[in-house]
Every structure is written in C-alpha cells, then in structure tokens.
Nanobody, 112 residues
Framework: QVQLVESGGGLVQPGGSLRLSCAAS????????MRWYRRAPGKERELVAL???????QYGDSVKGRFTISRDIAKNTVYLQMNSLKPEDTAVYYC??????WGQGTQVTVSS
C-alpha cells in the first residue's frame, strides 16, 4: 500500500520561504516520477514541479526560478523548497507518485 504524507505547510509572509515534505511509504520514490501539484481557491489543479526517476526536474512557469524540487532517496522523501513566495502561491499543495498515488495535501497561505 503506497501512502504519501505531505507536511510543512503554514502561514508565511510575502517574500518568505517554506519547505514542504512528501514522505512516501510502500514504494520507493526512486522508481517513479514524483510531482507537486497545487490547487488554489477557485482555480484548477496546477502542476508545480516534478522530479523523474533519473533525478531530472521540471517546473511550472509560475514558479520557475523560485521553487526547487528535490529528493532524499534514503529517507524516501520528496521536498519542495519555496522561496520568494507570493500571495498567488496560496493553495493546497499535493504530492503525487507515478501519476497514480496522492497525498492528502498541505495548506500554504502567503499573506501579510
């Protein structure tokens, strides 16, 4: 049984930083594409970033240059480092494994 648990969300001021974690169990993150999505109020789900099984990364245009996806295979955990946060980054952030498995989400609120 594959489970993904996101953590690290919270309230942060514009320009601040947060690091989200996605702890996986039941399957290694190293054999799958791992993705971070987000869903803001009134908006469709948006792909934020991905890291492939080989370690290559891609980012959505809205976060490029500000967010970094990474992984710690030994900890079976994927991270999303979010810098220079903007109010429009406010959303529930979801971790996805292999396009199939989803975490429950973690709330990120960027507000002064």
């Amino acid at each position: 049984q594959v489970q993904l648990v996101e953590s690290g969300g919270g309230l942060v001021q514009p320009g601040g930083s947060l690091r989200l974690s996605c702890a996986a169990s039941g399957s290694s993150i190293s054999i799958s594409v791992m993705r971070w999505y987000r869903r803001a109020p009134g908006k469709e789900r948006e792909l934020v970033a991905l890291i492939s099984s080989s370690g290559s990364t891609q980012y959505g245009d809205s976060v490029k240059g500000r967010f970094t996806i990474s992984r710690d295979i030994a900890k079976n955990t994927v991270y999303l480092q979010m810098n220079s946060l903007k109010p429009e980054d406010t959303a529930v952030y979801y971790c996805n494994k292999g396009g199939v498995y989803w975490g429950q989400g973690t709330q990120v609120t960027v507000s002064s």
